[in-house]
């Protein structure tokens, strides 16, 4: 069985002064709500800045919460001015990363190739990458959101042996759902996230398939999550705006 995820990408927001306060109000407010962390794993992805500082607070205070950053570069070290390698992540204890978020794509030109060799570097420094997929509204328009967001999944996989398919995670994350307001509904979700496991199944093995934690990502809110977390094959939540309201991101998290 699949442990739902819920991961708030914080994007280009909080300095690490404000993420101390933020992850010590969600820790409180998770108690609060009495939620148990062996029915949803919860994990924010700060900025690079914050990492360290959360990963200080998480572990001094042993909270079951998680934590992950948004980028990782493709390549091991050296001279690449202004990225951060995996090692850098994972001496950090980072469990995860994004990878190909749809901003890295459209504002940076992050190609299918890069978001595999990004994928594939993650793994090796032994980080969990988290790989974003998802279709414009052109696609959306034209029907073509399954085969669009396969081809995706399936360039970003490319060389991942069946075992690291079967820990890692996928979101699928429309394009025109994100920061608008616009939810996809919740077998617009399935539909997708249910194509994906399909893939796994066919291009690795059945137990990838079974295993693999496939997200929804766009808009989610409180009082949307219920809904999305009903679909069979939506493991979880990657949550952008909501996640830097600590009473949503923790009503999220205790969706259950
Ligand atoms: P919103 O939840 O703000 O729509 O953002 C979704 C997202 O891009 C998460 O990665």
């Not at 137990?207 to 094959?233: F, H, N």
Request: proline share 4%; glycine share 10%.
């Amino acid at each position: 069985t699949r442990k739902p995820l819920m991961a708030g990408n914080w994007k280009m927001n909080l300095t690490h002064v404000e993420a101390t306060g933020l992850v010590q109000k969600l820790a409180w407010t998770l108690s609060d709500k009495r939620w148990d962390p062996e029915r949803s794993e919860v994990v924010v992805l700060p900025p690079f800045t914050d990492l360290r500082t959360v990963q200080t607070l998480v572990e001094g205070d042993r909270l079951k919460i998680g934590y992950g950053a948004q980028d990782v570069s493709a390549h091991v070290k050296g001279a690449y001015t202004g990225e951060v390698s995996v090692e850098m992540l994972a001496k950090l204890n980072c469990g995860y990363v994004t990878v190909g978020h749809s901003e890295r794509r459209e504002y940076h030109h992050e190609s299918d190739a890069l978001v595999n060799a990004k994928t594939l570097r993650a793994l090796s420094g032994g980080v969990t990458p988290i790989v974003c997929v998802g279709e414009g509204l052109d696609v959306r328009q034209e029907g073509e959101q399954v085969p669009h967001c396969l081809a995706q999944v399936r360039a970003a996989l490319t060389d991942v042996s069946p075992e690291q398919v079967a820990g890692l995670v996928i979101a699928y994350e429309p394009v025109w759902a994100i920061g608008t307001g616009e939810v996809a509904t919740p077998a617009d979700a399935q539909e997708v996230c249910g194509a994906i496991r399909t893939l796994i199944g066919e291009l690795h093995t059945p137990e990838a398939a079974e295993s693999v934690r496939v997200l929804y990502g766009g808009s989610v809110k409180s009082g949307s999550v219920a809904a999305i977390m009903a679909q069979p094959d939506v493991d979880g939540c990657l949550v952008g705006g909501a996640s830097l309201q600590v009473d949503e991101f923790a009503a999220i998290a205790r969706f259950y």
